[in-house]
């Protein structure tokens, strides 16, 4: 157990709808990544949070925001699904700003259909 | 441009044999290096981490690694392997900015480990 937790495990849900993805990181930790893992890409970086502020971005469709709060849980937000949206979408954290390990949660699996 | 490659996809091998995990990488600045395990419907797990100092790293579960510069390589190994070390093992980079950072992951290698 990496100390993060991630809700829900899975969501199920048609294209064209809206998804919240939500991660809480260890304690401690002040950073938090967003990652989407699927059979064709593979593992990819969507974005970073250090302490409440957008910090690195990756490959992140205009489609998908995140936020992290003041209690430094972060969430994930997907709309205007496609069937291609379907992944393992993972949530890090780690007490550094870059460097060091990342600890990963147990992901949630999307299905878009 | 920092990136990752793992030279193996699949590698199967025998209980209690040794094995060796194959990952290149390529990167201009400061080098940090993670081989990272996942097991079947399960999330990532740190296994271990270059970051300075010793190049021979050892992690959890038996595994080494080695960070070779001039080769640009971090080989993950175990001299004995076991059926429950099955899994899909991860080589990573980290990337940092002056704002943040990130991990580029490798392909992935799907080790699997028969009696």
């Known amino acids: 157990d990496s100390g993060v937790t991630q809700t829900p495990k899975h969501l199920i849900t048609a294209t064209g709808q809206r998804v919240t993805l939500r991660c809480s990181p260890r304690?401690?930790?002040?950073?938090v990544y967003w990652y989407q893992q699927s059979l064709d890409q593979g593992l990819q970086f969507l974005i970073q949070?250090?302490?409440?502020?957008?910090?690195a971005k990756g490959n992140i469709l205009e489609r998908f925001s995140a936020q992290q709060f003041p209690d430094l849980h972060s969430e994930l937000n997907l709309s205007s699904l496609e069937l291609g949206d379907s992944a393992l979408y993972f949530c890090?954290?780690?007490?550094?700003?870059?460097?060091?390990?990342?600890?990963f949660g147990p992901g949630t699996r999307l299905t878009v259909l | 441009a920092q990136s990752v490659t793992q030279l193996d996809s699949q590698v199967p091998v025998f209980e209690e044999a040794p094995v060796e995990l194959r990952c290149n990488y390529s990167?201009?600045?400061?080098?940090?290096l993670f081989w990272y395990v996942q097991y079947p419907n399960q999330g990532l797990q740190l296994l271990l981490k270059?970051?300075?100092?010793?190049?021979l790293v050892k992690g959890i579960n038996g595994f080494e690694a080695e960070f070779n510069k001039s080769q640009t390589s971090f080989h993950l190994r175990k001299p004995s392997v076991h059926i429950s070390d099955t899994a899909e093992y991860f080589c990573?980079?980290?990337?940092?900015?002056?704002?943040?950072?990130?991990?580029?992951f490798g392909q992935g290698t799907e080790l699997s480990v028969k009696p």
């Open positions: 990167s201009s600045v400061s080098v940090y």
């Open positions: 270059y970051l300075s100092g010793s190049t």
């Open positions: 949070y250090y302490n409440g502020e957008e910090r």
């Open positions: 990573a980079v980290s990337v940092v900015y002056n704002q943040g950072g990130k991990l580029i």
């Open positions: 890090a954290s780690s007490p550094r700003l870059a460097g060091g390990g990342q600890f």
């Open positions: 304690s401690g930790d002040l950073s």
